[in-house]
């Protein structure tokens, strides 16, 4: 059986790089990579959930993060193991210095909007790669 | 929406700790609602907790602990978007126990009418139950700054 890619943003509340995680997740879960993806809560995962964290070793695994800190991949990295890949929200506006995203956290500017776009992007082309890679 | 008190911040602030679950649009709720508490209804004395940073606290130079540290000597409420009560537990496990804990299923059951679907992005029923769940947050935070 094919393995699903979970993808696990961070979701971080106090700046919007966060909501960049979590609705780039979302975006590739629902348009860019339907049906190969999933989403769980990160903090499900850090409690323990024993179906859910049974559920993550038997597939693949990306985190995203929109900081430095790293939360969600230490986090899975703590409870799961290394993650398959695991991204930085932050990289895209390293890349892109004329894309500085709205600081608004709910509901997401226009920058942040498209910094988010470029980022699901990254994210569903590491998912075709891992999918390929189990093929 | 009520408009924010302006209080004078003579007392400790009281920490919110949304859950923020991504795979439910009751996860959803909390983030928006928590965000509407520290902005716009009790900004002066409510400071928001990242629940991943806290979580994962042993991220020291990152700030992790220092966001334990603050829930430790400080009166925080988690906002919970299912029974698993993730912020509750994680509180209790490693900080101390929350000093209230609200559960946004307890709220949608008194507004039947309200069905919000999408936890992309919150329909008109999400805000609106957002809203009211951040009145209530709000009830409890002025509760707990008054009693300190």
């Known amino acids: 059986m094919t393995k699903k890619v979970y993808i696990i943003p961070c979701s971080g ?14 975006r590739v879960g629902n348009d860019l ?9 990160l903090p499900l995962i850090v409690k323990g959930k024993k179906e859910v964290v049974d559920e993550l070793k ?5 985190t995203l993060d929109g900081c430095t800190a790293l939360c969600a991949y230490y986090d899975v990295v703590n409870v799961i193991g290394e ?8 990289s895209v506006v390293q890349k892109n210095r004329d894309l500085k995203p709205e600081p ?15 980022f699901a992007k990254e994210i569903a082309e590491k998912v075709g790669e891992l999918v390929d890679g189990e093929k | 929406m009520e408009k924010s008190k302006l209080i004078l911040n003579t007392k400790p ?8 679950g991504e795979n439910l649009v009751e996860g959803t709720i909390t983030r928006v609602a928590t965000r509407i508490v520290v902005e716009k209804l009790r900004p002066q004395i409510t400071t928001i907790l990242c629940q991943p940073l806290f979580m994962a606290g042993d991220i020291k130079h990152k700030g992790g602990g220092k966001e334990r540290e603050f829930a430790k000597i400080h009166k925080t409420i988690t906002v919970e978007g299912c029974e698993e009560a993730c912020g509750k537990i994680a509180v209790e496990r490693y900080s101390a126990p929350a000093a209230a804990t609200i559960y946004i299923q307890d709220i949608m059951k008194k507004y039947p009418q309200l069905k919000p679907e999408s936890k992309e992005e919150l329909d008109e029923d999400g805000l609106k139950l957002a809203e009211i769940v951040a009145e209530e947050i709000a009830t ?6 008054n009693s300190q």
């Not at chain 1, 106090?14 to 960049?20: E, L, M």
């Not at chain 2, 409890?140 to 700054?145: A, G, K, V, W």
């Open chain 1, 13 to 26: 509340i106090g700046k919007v790089y966060g909501s960049i995680c979590r609705q780039a997740a979302y």
């Open chain 1, 33 to 41: 990579k339907p049906g190969v993806t999933a989403i769980e809560c």
């Open chain 1, 58 to 62: 038997k597939n693949k695994v990306i």
């Open chain 1, 83 to 90: 993650p398959d890949a695991q991204f930085l929200s932050t």
């Open chain 1, 104 to 118: 608004t956290i709910y509901p997401l500017g226009e920058n942040a909007k498209e910094v988010m776009e470029i």
């Open chain 2, 13 to 20: 602030k009281i920490g919110l700790i949304a859950c923020s």
């Open chain 2, 140 to 145: 409890t935070i002025d509760e707990l700054y």
